[in-house]
């Protein structure tokens, strides 16, 4: 692939800070909903939103319908984690610990689950064994959310 056709390194960095900022904003709403509703309704909302929106770009954009194998059932399993997610955030937002240290917890299950796919190979991904820096990178996450957690509401 020559120079030219290579994409700027920096789209990656504004996609990766912006999905950050939507993220910390989806949080957000969600804990506002679950403060003035319930977590059952704080976790419904987005998720019947969401269907709602992709049920409309359906009907708009009209896509062929591909002919690929039936899924593996573990894929469904999204949703149910992410509906759990979304409920976990909204009470954990309504605590002390507030966005900052919800998203840090986020981050650390992520690095953590993300080291266990890599040593078992999950998700038809190739087996990697996680070197000293894996493990460097996971202590400073988990040392900056507690620290967030423990001594960053400053009262």
């Known amino acids: ?3 030219a056709s290579q994409p700027n390194p920096m789209i990656y960095f504004s996609a990766a800070f912006g999905t950050g900022g939507l993220l910390s904003l989806m949080v ?3 804990g ?3 403060a003035y509703g319930s977590l059952f309704f704080a976790s419904w909302v987005p998720h ?3 269907t709602f929106a992709a049920l409309l770009f359906l009907v708009i954009l009209k896509p062929k319908r591909a002919h690929v194998a039936r899924p593996p059932l573990w894929v469904y ?3 149910v984690s992410g509906a759990i997610t979304v409920m976990l955030t909204s009470a954990t937002l309504n605590s002390a610990l507030a966005l900052s240290g919800t ?3 986020g981050l650390a299950g992520q690095m953590v689950f993300s080291l266990f796919a890599d040593v078992r190979g999950l998700f038809g991904l190739p087996q990697r064994t996680p070197v000293p820096r894996d493990f460097v990178a996971l202590a400073l996450i ?3 959310s507690l620290i967030l957690i423990f001594f960053g509401s400053g009262t």
Do not use: D, R
């Open 48 to 50: 019947l939103t969401g």
């Open 1 to 3: 692939m020559s120079q």
């Open 103 to 105: 998203i840090a917890l």
């Open 77 to 79: 399993l999204g949703g």
């Open 28 to 30: 957000l709403f969600n």
């Open 142 to 144: 988990i040392a900056g």
């Open 32 to 34: 506002t909903l679950a």
